[in-house]
């Protein structure tokens, strides 16, 4: 019989793709998203009859436990959350209820609900935040956002209901991963989608905040296998997912201007306090080496080609 999963956070770049990719693989596919009055399917309209959308809030425990009981799933991923880190600071005990709490009820309504359904927790490297040299499962903690300290309290309980109830449950420490569905905040698709309109004559600059940060950046649909290689494992884990490769933005606006032809990309890019942040992570790095010897997990597509399809989609 086939597999069926319930995914929250199905509308963002992650949800969508990860749907995708178990499409692929024969799963029924429920897809959890927040009831409004005007939908954000701009990632899973092609979605639409392929999947089934459930109505949830991970505010609301009683809302998770009628999308377990209506998706009936062997597998949930949980990628819902507040996960745009500069709106963090703005909205902090809110970013704290859905990104920290709301992964407490899910794994309360899990055991409300009885059955062993594998849990998939979508840990971040955001919760290294300072760091140094390359992060792997064992390196120590230290965010530096509230959505850090948030997605912190999701990956311990996540262990912690794990060694309490035998649970099924895995943490994916993801570090930073980017597709053409990134939201537009996000700096690599708001310079993708500069770069785009730059070259269309529809915008003449790019502003951002700090220029010195680095980033482990993959591609998202690589990264979504990963989620899955870990619940089909004998025994439950965590493990980091990254490239190895960090560059700096810098890098990344010199590999989007590239697409365009333009090489001295400083007259288009001005800095903006506005997107400065109260404390930022500099660098970030992954050793994903766990992750490639057990699940035989590796990224596939390159730094390089990633920002080419981004740009050439927007
Ligand atoms: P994050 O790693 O999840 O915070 O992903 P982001 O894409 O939001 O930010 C990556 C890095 O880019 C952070 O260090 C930001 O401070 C830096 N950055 C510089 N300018 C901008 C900008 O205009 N927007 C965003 N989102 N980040 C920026």
Known sequence: MNKSALITGINGMDGSHLADFLLTKGYKVYGMERRSSSKNRTN????????????????????????????????????????????????????????????????????????????????TSEMFGKMEKFANENTKFHPRSPYGVAKLYGHWITTNYRESYDMFNVSGILFNHESERRGIEFVTRKITDGVARIHLGLQDKIMLGNLDAHRDWGYAPDYCEAMWLMLQQENPDDYVVATGNTHSIGEFLDAAFHHIGVKDWTKYVGQDERFMRPADVYYLAGDSTKAQEVLGWKPKTSFDEMVYKMVQND
Not at 52 to 76: A, H, Y
Request: glycine share 10%; charged share 25%; with cysteine.
């Open 44 to 123: 899973t309209s092609h979605l639409e009859g392929k999947i089934t959308f459930v109505n949830g809030d991970l505010t609301d425990q009683n809302s998770l436990f009628r999308c377990i009981k209506e998706s009936d799933p062997d597998e949930i991923y949980n990628l819902g959350s507040q996960s745009f880190v500069g709106e963090s600071w703005n909205t902090p005990e809110q970013t704290g209820d859905v990104t920290g709490m709301g992964v407490l009820r899910m794994l309360e309504a899990i055991r409300e609900y009885g059955k062993p359904i594998k849990f998939y927790q979508a840990s």
